[in-house]
């Protein structure tokens, strides 16, 4: 491989520098992207077919200096391959045609079917192969609890009045779907990691929309099992977990414990202080407000520096944003953020 | 008084039972008061009546055993007296005719015109009187961060973009608008305690969303010279302060020194961890996840002991939610958590 400093970096191993990755790099605010997504027709239709996955996966490499891949695809490939029938109605994010509420429901729902999710292990061999060693690649799946939100509230929502009522009422159930979750994510991060991926991170977008106690018992808890379950090594090298909790700051001790490698950090808890609480016991990634993007360049370098900084000198400091970039973000302030990172951090990781 | 319990558990003095007052307890899961915002015909000539304003305030304390009335009010008050024309379009949240976006607009920005919020003043006194001494009265603001969100987005947002943006590349417009909302938060709420609110607090509810040190510079630098600012004693008794930034939990230690002497809790934190971390120095106040209310009262009722028993025993605990009661709850959801919160407390304070 030429650049592994990712992967080093995840192992907290030292590295040439810090090095940078951007959550949604390949996506709306690339003109490029928004090209093949019209070609493809539409957003599933892209996520579906592997040549178009891997042309806007690419997308960004081609732009800027990141030093890793992301397979392109959507966060539920799974509960589609459950039989939920999962679409997009145009501006209003994704939507279920069958969601899980009653006890029917959940007795009724499979584990995903693998062969369904061909098309995804398909994109991850063919980016894999056009990458030609040029930077690793990233699979990634929803956690059990963050698909659960959706399958229960049936799409997007910004209460999880129905997931909730569940957990509250019926916590049996939301348990049982969530070992259905659990098993898929396992099959399918797997999977993906034998057609070629070569990191994989584990996305929890809502465990931080819970109590304490809760994001215990339903969110980490399963995340726990499905790093228990994937594949430690592959092509005769450690595969590397990444878990990010958003807003999961306060679980921090907690979450180092749960198998994975490094934890993705959101921008609200400063990366030091975040270093400080976990030691040496797993790498960071993140963490600066994708906002900041929208900021001069001058600025955007300054606040890049200041989270360098935070972390300070020794290994296990991946850059990232602490959530997917912006569609509305000019994409010359993301090549200025790379190269910001790439020459503040220069050596940083050895001291 | 006859109950004063919630004034004195947030000077962290011994009371008969943990009090408990419920964010926006006045509210929409409450036919009466669905009854008299249909008389008022809009949300906003609600509010601007002090009659109709108090008549809401006192329905929640017609049906439940609860420790506190609350101010009924909008928190866009004082951008609306600073001449930005609030307005709600249906089904939408709150809306400014005029944003404040540019160099022009924050000059030509005035401190908001107390004159302007006679009706809230006027409904403070009315409902004082007619609490008649029953439970203490809290007057409230938005936070000065809070306030600017709004004013710049012109609006809600669920990314903050024109503000941080603002915020990151002009950070002086930002500080401008804030010293402006941080002279008329501290004329509104002294203005509130003169006509008779025996508590205040200030709600920072977007803090949460800013990055660690971005916080600290534009939210809680703010809200601590408010509360250097406002009336610390009225009617020969100390008038407490509550400040609440949801979430905000990872800043708690910060917060605790901001000169209010309770800090209001999110559910996403364990609130005997979060004691732990601000010992003597703060009362705290919440935190029940609102969707628990959809669960049946035993689960209500459990979730509850649960709480109060990681708080443990000692002076200090005001029960709340960690967030506005939502408008799809049973009332009578809300009675049954009344009753568990005073049955499982008794006496807690003392020990």
Redesign the interface.
């Known amino acids: 491989m030429k650049n592994d400093n990712f992967l080093r970096a995840l192992l907290r191993e030292p590295t040439d520098y810090t090095p940078i990755w951007i959550m949604r790099q390949a996506g709306r605010y690339l003109p490029e992207y928004n090209a093949t997504r019209k070609k493809a027709g539409s957003f599933l239709a892209l996520a579906k077919s592997p040549e178009l996955a891997c042309e806007v996966t690419l997308q960004p490499l081609e732009r800027f200096a990141l030093d890793a891949a992301i397979l392109f695809s959507d966060i539920l490939t799974i509960p589609d391959a459950m039989g939920l029938g999962l679409y997009f109605a145009e501006g209003e994010g994704p939507k279920f045609e069958r969601a899980v509420r009653t006890e029917e429901d959940v007795k009724r729902l499979p584990t995903a079917d693998m062969g369904e999710l061909r098309y995804v292990f398909d994109a991850v061999s063919l980016i894999r192969k056009s990458l030609a060693g040029r930077v690793p690649l990233i699979g990634f799946s929803g956690s059990p609890f963050t698909l659960a939100c959706y399958m229960v509230e049936g799409g997007s929502s910004d209460?999880?009045?129905l997931v909730?009522?569940m957990?509250?009422?019926r916590p049996d159930l939301l348990h049982a779907i969530l070992e259905k979750n659990t098993q898929s994510v396992i099959a399918y991060l797997n999977a993906q990691i034998a057609a070629g991926a070569q990191a994989v991170m584990v996305f929890d977008t809502w465990g931080?929309?819970?109590?304490?106690?809760?994001?215990r018992e339903f969110s980490l808890a399963y995340a726990k099992k499905v790093f228990a379950g994937v594949t430690r090594a592959a092509e005769g090298r450690t595969v590397p977990r990444v878990f990010f909790t958003k807003?999961g700051?306060?679980w921090l001790e907690a979450m180092a414990d749960c198998g994975a490698d490094c934890l993705g950090l959101d921008?609200?808890?400063?990366i030091g202080?975040a270093r400080g609480r976990v030691g040496s016991r797993v790498a960071l990634q993140g963490n600066?407000?994708?906002?900041?993007l929208?900021?001069?360049p001058q600025?955007i370098e300054a606040?890049a520096k200041?989270i360098l900084g935070s972390f300070g000198r020794g290994p296990g400091h991946v850059f990232n944003l602490?959530h997917g970039v912006?569609q509305?973000t000019p994409p010359e302030h993301v090549g200025a953020l790379v190269e910001a990172v790439h020459k503040h951090s220069l050596g940083a990781s050895k001291a």
Do not use: C, Q
């Not at 931080?208 to 994001?215: F, I, N, P, R, V």
């Not at 921008?267 to 400063?270: E, F, N, R, S, V």
């Open positions: 209460d999880f009045r909730k009522s957990l509250y009422s931080g929309a819970l109590s304490d106690a809760a994001y807003g700051g306060l921008w609200t808890i400063d202080a600066m407000d994708p906002n900041v929208f900021a001069p600025a606040e200041r602490g912006s509305h």
